[in-house]
């Protein structure tokens, strides 16, 4: 059995990192077992779903690097991938479910429904349907006046309606018949309900796996008895736990970004937020928090998936993008900087601090003292000494240089360690702390050759002066 998996996301804007946490699960699962990754648009809700959304998502995903084998821009043998260009396809698998007598056309009116809901409440009893146009179905009539009139369509719940399945991250899981009224699979609009669709499509598209959020589960029972009723092989269902806030609430804008595309504007590497989303919940056989998406896809399982909700924690996501950009060369990180901070000594910059950031955006901060130069307060007789061995010498350029211009130091200020750098950083920096001096100086040097706006190693001694 070949593995087929789907992400299915509601093209209403920005991918959020839930969904994504999703999406990265499927896509794991599916590399995992040499399976297909699949991407379903369901865009029926008319009224919020967009062309650009759906753009938006999919760019959302691929800046993450979940390439998928069948969806709306790659087509596939099961296209069309947008439920809303699948409407006849459901409508002919509602027709399938009354002519098999298990769905019914509902002529009730929503406000027939309502009084009908207040008056179970006020009695206490469920707010299920009441069977009204069930006791009084005629059959599939498709040209009669009566198919003609305006109407839902009813899945009837049967007798034998409990469901059970053994949920691959919950165990086993079971809904009563009693939990359940007879539900619309399509609505007095002529389109399909969540539940109907889905299954539809999830049958059509061959998909093994069901791999997606909590907040679903109370969908399975309906869909489930749609499966069975049409007589389709069910699905393997994994539901994963929901992503919490610090204060453990779930998680939301006033939490801070919750969009994939959030992150990426604040300077998170695609790597590390795949590798971060996907420790929410999985937790790699050795224990290890860092690892490439090969690796990833070489450990991922659904049987270390924890069923319990995971917490964001940002201050987690921070470190861990710290340690991709720590990994990575300046020449590799220096197109990724210059989206949000460019300059023409951009790549040595990024040398001298890269240790010291845990953002993108993070850069251009730790580098403005390259361009921004206050003259603080030190020892005149140290800034001469400074200012007369830069006149003669130059700036060092190298490793070499600078050791060399340290000896020189010693011996004409007769100062070392603690009370010889500290006032030659505070020379070139203007503060007490930054970068190591020795990648430091020929930076300063280098800039100030290429750039106006920066200040060399020597002009910014005799401001001191």
Known sequence: MTVRVRFAPSPTGHLHVGGARTAIFNWLFARHHGGRFIIRVEDTDLARSTRESEQMVLDDLRWLGLQWDEGPDVGGPDA??????????????????????????????????????????????????????????????????????????????????????????????????????????????????????VVIDDHEMEITHVIRAEEHLTNTHRQVLIYRAMQWQVPEFAHVSLILGSDRSKLSKRHGATSVSQYADDGYLPEAMLNYLA????SSPDGAEVFTREEA?????????????????????????????????????RPMVAKFFDAPWLEQGIDV??????????????????RRYEAPQIDRPFAEALAADLRTNGAPRDEAGYKAMVERLKTSTGQKGKNLFMPLRLAMTGSEHGPELVKLIPLLRHASEVDPAALSPLARVEKLL
């Open 279 to 282: 420790l929410l919940g999985w």
């Open 80 to 197: 069309p991938y947008r439920q809303s260009e699948r409407v006849d396809i459901y409508r002919k698998a509602a027709h399938d479910l009354i002519a098999s007598g298990v769905a019914y056309r509902c002529f009730c009116t929503e406000e027939e429904l309502e009084t009908k809901r207040k008056a179970a409440e006020a009695e206490g009893r469920p707010p299920h349907y009441d069977l009204k146009c069930w006791r009084a179905r005629r059959g599939d009539d498709d040209a009669g006046e009566v198919a003609r009139a305006p109407h839902a369509i009813r899945f009837h719940v049967p007798e034998d309606g409990d469901v059970t399945i053994n949920d691959l991250i919950r165990g086993e899981v079971t809904w009563k018949k009693e939990s359940l009224g007879d539900f619309i699979v399509v609505r007095s609009d002529g389109l399909p309900t969540y539940n109907f669709s």
């Open 297 to 333: 896809v070489a450990k991922f399982s659904l049987d270390r998936v924890n069923p319990a909700p995971a917490v964001f924690d940002v201050q987690k996501l921070d470190w861990l993008n710290g340690q991709y950009i720590h990994r990575m060369s300046a020449a590799e990180l």
């Open 353 to 370: 601090v890269k240790t010291s950031v845990h953002k993108l955006t993070e850069f251009e901060g730790a580098l403005a003292f390259v």
